[in-house]
Nanobody, 115 residues
Framework: QVQLVESGGGLVQPGGSLRLSCKAS????????MGWYRQAPGKQRELVAR???????NYADSVKGRFTISRDNAKNTVTLQMNSLKPEDTAVYSC?????????WGQGTQVTVSS
């Protein structure tokens, strides 16, 4: 069982930045593909960004050029740097760790973009 703990959410004004972190409780973090998802009220959960065990990344079109996902295998941490935030980025952001036959979720952290 892998536990994922997110941090870094909060309230920010439009155009501002936030940095989300997710720490995993596993000694084999490096073999997991990691992702950030978000769910806004009344909407389905959507993929925001993903980074594979090999370091390849992909992003939702809505966040390309604004968000950056990275990982530090030595610290068992995946980070989502969010810049130029918009009100439509408001959502609960959740960390995900996945590999064949294993899929784990964090509890989520609220991000609110509002003036």
């Amino acid at each position: 069982q892998v536990q994922l703990v997110e941090s870094g959410g909060g309230l920010v004004q439009p155009g501002g930045s936030l940095r989300l972190s997710c720490k995993a409780s596993t000694s084999i973090f490096s073999i997991y593909n990691m992702g950030w998802y978000r769910q806004a009220p009344g909407k389905q959960r959507e993929l925001v960004a993903r980074i594979t065990s090999g370091g390849s990344t992909n992003y939702a079109d809505s966040v390309k050029g604004r968000f950056t996902i990275s990982r530090d295998n030595a610290k068992n941490t995946v980070t989502l740097q969010m810049n130029s935030l918009k009100p439509e980025d408001t959502a609960v952001y959740s960390c995900n760790a996945f590999r064949p036959l294993n899929n784990y979720w964090g509890q989520g952290t609220q991000v609110t973009v509002s003036s």
